[in-house]
């Protein structure tokens, strides 16, 4: 069984942590920076107030004068969540997140662990703590799981069997489903309110309608794909954090910091001599937020100078004084150092560039944007039964 | 935090080159394309049928057209005959 874990507003819920007398007055979390201002979650004051997530910031501060805007955190927001991932590993869970404040995991392994699937679920709860007011949904496809946790109360376990899933979905309102505001607009138009009422309509009609979203919202309408659920593996944590007794603006001192994190970073054991693909720079800042910054290398590299170099101008884009420093590598390159040839056989040097380059991309743009094509059926009368893209390791 | 080398794999799905996109056509009397994506089409250059694993539960019977639009681009669509709507795709 698949289970889906949710913790609604879980990046207001991290933001305040640091000042939790927030959480019972109207607050919601601020609008990003140079985005449109829209709020993001809010807490149960705010909302009984009439104050609802995604509001534009005037109609809310019209509607709930007293209302506070905390600050966006997301530094606290990456270390809550790493937290809450790391105690269901430890609980016996393969995690895998979906995004803050969402994971999926399943049960089988752990259900004769803690005697079936309820109390394993129930286990799951606990390792996350009351504190943050998950849910959980659980069900024989993910989709099904993620509605049910996003209709369960804070606290509850809501299983649904494999026979009602789709008794289940349909009277479940359309916004579950992953479509765009101007979607649900075309939708509502259309009179369709519930999933059940898109899982009737004809599979082309949807498809020719609304396109490749469509028709992805009509297969989840009918609980979606069988897909099992791959646990991550455990990250290490490589970093290495620099607290200031004052305040700290000034760029000279942040760069001379920046050198000391370095050289403590490099020196660290379980680098085991592999260099840098891709560092983060986080720091606090003095009025209680946070900021964050990660840097791809064009190359891998543990040379001092060139991760300067790369760094050092992302100091210039702090937005205030701060009080501590982090520095984060993300990713390590496998390899330790280069072989060099007295004389490079003809075609070495593109291929060695093109394979850094293609491993650069992979390190910026995640897991599986570098692809191979591979012929399955190049005879096929079917243009797309011909060749498979596959993502590849560089 | 320091991404496991070996979860590359954990993101790993084929997907299909060529895969078809939905259209939106207009077409003729004929049922020939008329228009692509709200652009006229200008000259259709072939046409053809490929009927195909008809004995499986998902058979293939599409009607593709070789269409030059206003803009000058080539664009190939068919109709799908089982789904009963329109798809573009590099033929």
Known sequence: ?394 | MVADSGSARAGRSAGRLNAPRPALVETGFDGAPRVVNRELVTLVREEWRVVDRWWTDEPVDRRYFEVVLESGRNVCVYRDREERCWFTQNA
């Open chain 1, 1 to 394: 069984m698949i289970a889906c874990l949710l913790i609604p507003g879980f990046e207001l819920r991290a933001a305040l942590r640091a000042c939790p007398r927030l959480a019972l007055v109207p607050a919601a979390l601020a609008p990003e920076a140079g985005e449109e201002p829209l709020l993001g979650p809010v807490t149960a004051a705010a909302e009984a107030a009439g104050v609802k997530p995604g509001m534009r910031l005037g109609e809310a501060l019209a509607t709930c004068p007293s209302l506070v805007l905390v600050e966006r955190d997301p530094a606290a927001v990456e270390r809550e969540w790493e937290e809450a991932l790391r105690r269901l590993e430890d609980a016996g869970f393969a995690v895998q997140p979906v995004e803050h404040g969402v994971v999926v995991f399943e049960t089988r392994g752990v259900e004769r662990l803690y005697g079936g699937v309820q109390p394993a679920l129930e286990r799951a709860l606990a390792a996350v703590g009351s504190t943050w007011d998950p849910r959980i949904g659980a069900a024989g496809r993910r989709f099904t799981a993620l509605a049910a946790a996003s209709v369960a109360r804070s606290g509850q376990i809501l299983i649904v069997a494999e026979t009602e899933e789709k008794a289940f979905l349909e009277p479940l309102p359309l916004s579950l489903l992953p479509l765009t505001a101007a979607r649900y607009a075309e939708l509502e138009g259309l009179g369709l309110r519930r999933i059940g009422e898109l899982a009737q309509l004809p599979r082309g009609a949807v498809a020719e309608r609304l396109g490749a979203e469509g028709r992805k919202a009509w297969r989840l309408a009918h609980g979606g794909r069988k897909a099992r659920v791959r646990g991550r593996k455990p990250a290490v944590e490589l970093a290495e954090v620099l607290a200031f007794p004052d305040a700290v603006a000034n760029e000279l001192t942040l760069r001379r910091a920046l050198g000391s994190l370095l050289e403590r970073l490099l020196a660290r054991p379980e680098r085991a001599g592999r260099p840098f693909r891709k560092l983060a720079l986080a720091a606090r800042l003095v009025d209680g937020g946070s900021w964050r910054r990660a840097v791809t290398l064009r190359d891998a590299t543990a040379e001092v100078g060139r991760l300067r170099a790369a760094l050092g101008p992302k100091l210039a884009e702090l937005p205030a004084p701060i009080i501590e420093l982090r520095l984060e590598a993300v990713e390590l390159a496998e390899h330790t150092g280069q072989q060099l040839a007295l004389v490079e056989p003809a075609g070495e040097e593109a291929d060695t560039r093109l394979r850094e380059g293609l491993r650069q991309v992979r390190a910026s743009t995640g897991t599986g944007s570098v692809c191979t094509v591979v012929e399955v059926a190049p005879w096929s009368r079917i243009p797309e039964a011909r060749a498979l893209v596959v993502p590849r390791d560089v």
